[in-house]
């Protein structure tokens, strides 16, 4: 039986990868810092759950032992990810890892910390002597646009702090992990390589929102916050960055990796709308 570790476990393509995987007979390691999610873990299909904190060496140590494949899913919030990261490829080499799967971001750029993070741990990746894939799906349609009482689904409101104008490129969260899981469950032939995961079009998020109000009937008002206000566990220079970026540049994506990867094409945006709907 296949052993895989999946970092940032209990995270949103965590959450959703793993039940995937245990279905497919995949004997899933789990790590996360927060003893309360062991539980959950094993009810989405993990086998085993290592409670700790990943960035030290001896958690390190004790997830990538024994697994024959990684798929590293950096965590959110988190300082110390570029040397955890480096760590977990040492150990994947010294351990004899067969495949490192590394799921990082469509279109890395310079200016985004949270991108340039990815863009050095690709790197390194690339220098190992490890069989890897790096897959870079675009934003998730889920993150832009989640659900509840006070959603655009509902309510009409857009609430953000980055600009809406520029177009941009999504992707489902289950299309995001029915191509790691894919990538995963093959042999070798994703090695060395990088798969971009992105739907069809690239539209501005004024425009995907209006979408979604069409749809449910709503007027669309968009609530623009000023970042020092916007609430976030990072320090708000960066995401004034993020929103100076997004704001003045595109992040368009193409699907056609993701179609030859799963023979299909990705869920587009109006079909995650017409789900959320029908869900309710």
């Not at 309360?36 to 032992?65: F, H, M, P, T, Y």
Request: with cysteine.
């Amino acid at each position: 039986m296949t052993k895989v570790l999946v970092t940032a476990s209990f995270g949103h393509i965590g959450q959703t990868i793993i039940p995937l995987l245990a279905a497919d007979g995949v004997e899933v390691r789990a790590v996360d810092p927060d003893p309360a999610n062991e539980s959950a873990l094993k009810k989405l299909g993990a086998k085993e759950v290592i409670v700790g904190d990943i960035r030290r060496d001896e958690i390190i140590d004790q997830a990538v032992e024994g697994v024959d494949k990684i798929l590293l899913i950096l965590p959110d919030a988190l300082t110390g990810i570029v040397p955890m990261a480096m760590r977990i490829i040492a150990a994947a080499e010294k351990y004899n890892v067969k495949h490192f799967v590394f799921s990082s971001c469509l279109n890395t750029v310079m200016e985004l910390v949270q991108h340039w993070e990815k863009y050095e741990i690709e790197d390194a990746l690339m220098g190992s002597t490890l069989n890897y894939t790096i897959t870079k799906p675009s934003g998730y349609m889920e993150g832009h646009f989640p659900t509840g009482p006070d959603s655009v689904f509902e309510t009409g409101v857009y609430t953000t702090f980055i600009k809406v104008d520029q177009p941009s490129n999504m992707i489902s969260l289950t299309d995001i992990a029915a191509a790691n899981e894919k990538v995963l469950l093959s042999d070798d032939e994703y090695y060395a390589c990088s798969l971009d995961l992105c739907s069809a079009g690239n539209r501005t998020t004024r425009e995907y929102a209006q979408e979604i109000c069409d749809k449910t009937n709503q007027k669309l008002q968009i609530n623009q916050i000023p970042v020092p206000d916007f609430p976030t566990v990072h320090a708000n220079d960066q995401f004034g960055r993020i929103a100076a970026y997004h704001g003045n540049h595109p992040y368009k994506g193409n699907p056609l990796d993701f179609n030859a990867l799963m023979g299909r094409p990705a869920k587009t945006f109006s079909e995650y709308v017409d789900e959320v709907i029908a869900g309710k």
